[in-house]
């Protein structure tokens, strides 16, 4: 692959202010300048390529060997002067409502940010666009622009915990109904499934804001924590959020089949009901079927009228009595 594929931006800030575009042969000699902090953005860089970015940034083996591969679990490291970040990226994939997850690896130093991403994941060219609109605080250095990205990431969270709100709100009119329906049942479980997955990369963030307030003041100073405290606030929301969806769609699943349940229950009660019914003249007619050579009221004249009679009005005594009980 092109060293210019990899490349996605390289520029010097000093003070604030955008400099200039920056070769990476020339980086070493660029963060050299006092006040002034590169920033460079790359993607699914190769081996080699990156091993030439390690010698400009004096950059740790571990740290370069987990940047290279994309399946790292969120997390935050320290080597020597400069720290190593993991986080998940997450975006919507079309109009299929699935989420395509990557990965945004981070170099953190006085005088350099490093974004390395792999898999999905949008450009970061409109967050340098805006974090250079407001040069009181990029003049704090890399930490505003690591800011900047972490806050568009965990925004990106909240976009797609948005659209999953949506859904449950559809899903649970399909499930509120007495019958059974095997694509909503389907579409919860693979719902829960996204949610988790979103949770799995949204709840490291918590911890990864933490460590930057609370131990990393050369990369955090005073005057950025508040914003970074924001990052961290917005990502317990997410996990909540996420939390409470969860819990939604297993207890309308379990709504779902309680009311199958019911409805299966008052069609079994009614069965019940009919065959109690059925009982009373099954009696009766088994009992004249019988072959006695003396059978009661044979010949009386009104006896088959008078059988007939008590049949229908025990027949419709029961049906009373179980319409009153609820069960007709």
């Known amino acids: 692959m092109d060293s210019k594929t990899m490349v996605v931006n390289s520029v010097?800030?000093?003070?604030?202010?955008r400099l200039n575009d920056v070769t990476i042969d020339d980086i070493s000699e660029?963060?050299?300048?006092?006040?002034?902090?590169?920033?460079l953005g790359l993607w699914q860089p190769e081996d080699a390529f990156m091993r030439k970015i390690q010698q400009e940034f004096g950059l740790h083996d571990l740290a370069i060997e987990d940047a290279l591969c994309a399946h790292q679990r969120p997390k935050i490291e320290t080597y020597g002067d400069s720290l190593f970040?993991?986080?998940?990226?997450?975006?919507?994939?079309?109009?299929?409502?699935?989420?395509?997850?990557?990965?945004?690896?981070f170099f953190v130093g006085k005088n350099f940010l490093i974004t390395v991403r792999h898999g999905a994941s949008v450009s970061y060219a409109p967050i340098r666009a805006k974090a250079e609109e407001n040069p009181k605080q990029l003049c704090h250095g890399p930490g505003f622009a690591l800011y900047a990205v972490l806050d568009f990431i965990v925004d990106n969270y909240r976009l797609i915990v948005a659209r999953f709100e949506t859904l449950?709100?559809?899903?649970?009119?399909?499930m509120f109904n007495a019958e059974f329906?095997?694509?909503?049942?389907e579409n919860v479980y693979g719902l829960r499934r996204h949610l988790l997955a979103l949770r799995n990369a949204a709840q490291p963030m918590d911890e990864i804001c933490s460590q930057l307030i609370r131990l990393h003041e050369e990369v955090i100073p005073k005057e950025l924590r508040a914003y970074?405290?924001?990052?961290?606030?917005h990502a317990r929301q997410v996990v909540s959020t996420i939390d409470d969806m969860r819990e939604m769609?297993?207890?309308?699943?379990?709504?779902?089949?309680?009311?199958?349940?019911v409805k299966q229950n008052e069609v079994v009660k009614k069965l019940a009901g009919w065959g109690a019914i059925l009982a009373i003249p099954t009696v009766i007619f088994s009992l004249y079927g019988m072959n006695?050579?003396?059978?009661?009221?044979?010949?009386?004249?009104?006896?088959?009228?008078?059988?007939?009679?008590?049949?229908?009005g025990g027949c419709a005594l029961m049906y009373q009595k179980l319409k009153r009980a609820g069960w007709l």
């Not at 986080?87 to 690896?105: F, I, N, P, R, S």
């Not at 449950?168 to 399909?174: D, G, N, P, V, Y």
């Open 168 to 174: 449950i709100e559809r899903l649970e009119a399909s």
């Open 292 to 312: 006695f050579a003396d059978m009661p009221e044979l010949k009386f004249p009104w006896a088959y009228h008078a059988t007939l009679a008590v049949t229908v």
């Open 249 to 261: 769609l297993t207890n309308a699943m379990h709504v779902n089949l309680a009311l199958v349940t």
């Open 228 to 233: 970074v405290r924001d990052v961290q606030d």
């Open 85 to 105: 970040i993991v986080v998940k990226t997450a975006q919507m994939a079309g109009a299929e409502d699935e989420v395509e997850y990557g990965e945004t690896h």
């Open 181 to 185: 329906d095997q694509t909503a049942i």
């Open 30 to 39: 660029v963060v050299k300048q006092p006040d002034t902090f590169v920033w």
């Open 12 to 17: 010097a800030y000093k003070a604030g202010k």
